[in-house]
């Protein structure tokens, strides 16, 4: 210890069996300088037990270590040092000092202000007891009891991809001394058992009809980082980017029902190091597929071949008028696989094209502002849809009959930038995606005017959802915000999608079904489920499509029966 050799002593502690040896040597290191500093700086007589704890306090919460084991060090270390050991007594409780202690540093380091803003309510502990019905721990107003029924979650993490064994008791959790977040229950009080997250997430919720901003989440908590993830944050959106593709072959001649080959495909280019082989999340390969059902499903190979086949030059200008930047937007075929890197907000901009019928909207934050004494300094002027347009402008026809002099603002209208039956067949193919494809769970909500699309890049780094109705378009973004893996189970549908459902099932609750009105010019054929052609009487597993009234699909008569379609009623010669 006098040679200062801080990590020797950790290692002679845990060869001693004072320590445990699962603890990091490291971490352990900055315990023992955290104890043994201050009595090679100052004369003992100016040093307090209290100054100690309050190191070891601060180096628990820096390197997520348990006090037990460093009070334990505490104890050890102090009767190795010279002149300190022989002002203890050796069968000195080292937990019965500290407990005191530890309760002013709760108080004095966790304000009520600071508390009642801290991660969302989730507050520091300490434990002082480990009973069979969960812990007692000491908080800064006190001791209290965490029931082990809301510890039951908390299985030890392994790896990335990996979890340990769940806990059967609460000994199998928390220890004595560890420093533990605890969260009170809305409705009874109770302490519940929580952690503050190492991933983030960000949501955002819009009016489509005009662009309000209902509700925008830049992450876990603003006192633990204050950067907005919703607006700020660039991020690949994976899948979720795709229904712009789709979009876009729509208005090039593709329709619901058009056959795509989802097929492997390589591409080998001057300058490539070596060939790109896109392929799709499981590795499967589906052949010919209607485009409808490669979106529910999520085909990243046809995909790619849509935009192959619609050219990227002409994808790009369709795509960015949308709000996307041009610039921002990569010039290559991974463009169809969500390559961009786009903020929650964009997304969710974009995304509202389809759920008001093809027209682009504004997100905006203030409504109005009022002077102290009441007079109106600004009132928003989004451009508007139809629909909300015409609800303004009785609005102001109607304040003008009770106040002639008063002052109206005009109400602009919103851009028509994709043609209102794209937008409309692209909501059908995207409620497919809840129906029957990679958006399942939200028909857990029990609504059928739901649409919406995952999303995952590689390695599950970004995992989103971005789903609506006529009144709500809401986007919800998780990762980590230095790109790392949430886990290779952890996808669009398992984590984004959960905090959609969450968001949506309340902001939704008790309000009817609501998507876009059908517009004119869209007809309800029957078609052939493997050719994508008009169904001919008596094909098996026909079903409607919806189609534009000039991209109707040739009847199956038309077909040559030499092609033996597989399913279809033309027999092969």
């Not at 199998?172 to 503050?196: M, T």
């Not at 490539?272 to 490669?294: C, H, Q, S, V, Y």
């Not at 890049?457 to 915000?481: C, H, L």
Request: hydrophobic residues 40%; aromatic residues 8%.
């Amino acid at each position: 210890i006098f040679r200062r050799d801080y990590r020797r002593v950790a290692e002679l502690h845990v060869q001693a069996g004072w320590m445990p040896a699962t603890v990091r040597i490291d971490e352990l290191e900055a315990a023992v300088r955290a104890v043994c500093e201050p009595y090679f700086t100052r004369p003992l007589s100016q040093i307090s037990l209290a100054e100690v704890l309050m190191k070891l306090f601060r180096t628990a919460q820096r390197h997520q270590l348990t006090l037990q084991p460093q009070l334990i060090l505490l104890q050890k270390t102090l009767f190795n040092i010279e002149g300190v050991g022989r002002q203890l007594d050796p069968r000195l409780d080292i937990w019965a000092v500290a407990h005191p202690v530890l309760e002013r540093i709760l108080r004095r380091r966790y304000s009520p202000r600071r508390l009642a803003r801290e991660f969302r309510r989730r507050l520091p502990a300490i434990v002082t007891q480990v009973k069979k019905d969960g812990l007692q721990v000491l908080t800064r107003t006190g001791e209290a009891h965490v029931a082990w029924d809301s510890m039951k979650w908390a299985r030890p993490f392994l790896n990335t991809n990996s979890l340990g064994p769940r806990p059967q008791k609460p000994a199998d959790v928390a220890q004595i001394g560890d420093l533990v977040r605890v969260e009170p229950d809305k409705e009874s009080g109770a302490l519940l058992f929580r952690q503050i997250p190492a991933a983030q997430s960000a949501l955002v919720s819009l009016d489509p009809q005009d662009g309000a901003i209902r509700a925008l989440v830049g992450g876990f908590s603003f006192e633990q980082s204050n950067y907005n993830r919703a607006a700020q944050a660039k991020r690949q959106p994976g899948s979720s980017f795709k229904p712009f593709i789709y979009s876009a072959a729509l208005d090039a001649g593709f329709t619901a029902s058009s056959l795509v080959n989802d097929a492997p495909i390589v591409f080998q280019e001057a300058g490539m190091e070596e060939a790109w082989r896109p392929k799709n999340d499981n590795n499967t390969f589906l052949g010919p597929i209607r485009l409808r059902e490669a979106l529910y499903k999520s085909r990243n190979l046809v995909s790619i071949r849509v935009l192959q086949t619609i050219g990227i030059d002409y994808a790009l200008d369709y795509i960015s008028a949308f709000g996307f930047n041009k610039q921002e937007l990569p010039r290559n075929l991974s463009l169809a696989l969500g390559t961009a890197g786009l903020t929650p907000l964009e997304i969710a901009g974009g995304w509202s094209v389809f759920a008001n019928g093809g027209r682009k909207i504004q997100p905006y934050l203030i409504q109005r502002i009022d002077s102290r004494d009441g007079k109106t300094l600004f009132t928003a002027n989004p451009p508007r849809t139809p629909e909300r347009l015409q609800l303004v402008e009785e609005q102001n026809a109607s304040l003008l009959l009770e106040e002639p002099n008063a002052e109206v603002v005009k109400p602009v209208a919103a851009e028509q930038i994709i043609d209102e039956r794209t937008a409309y067949i692209m909501t059908s193919m995207l409620q497919d995606v809840i129906k029957r494809g990679t958006g399942r769970r939200a028909l857990a909500l029990g609504r059928g005017d739901l649409a919406g699309k995952t999303g995952t890049t590689n390695e599950s780094k970004d995992s989103w959802f971005s789903g609506y109705n006529a009144d709500y378009m809401t986007t919800v973004w998780v990762g980590f915000d230095q790109p790392e893996s949430l886990g290779r189970h952890e996808y669009g549908g398992t984590v984004a999608l959960p905090i959609w459902m969450s968001y949506m099932g309340a902001a939704l609750k008790d309000k009817p079904d609501h998507l876009p009105p059908e517009p004119a010019g869209l007809l309800s054929l029957r078609v052939d489920p493997l050719s994508g052609r008009a169904a001919s009487p008596g094909s098996p597993d026909a079903y409607f499509e919806l189609f534009k009234s000039e991209d109707s699909p040739p009847p199956m008569s038309e077909l040559d029966p030499a092609l033996g379609i597989p399913g279809s009623p033309l027999p092969a010669d």
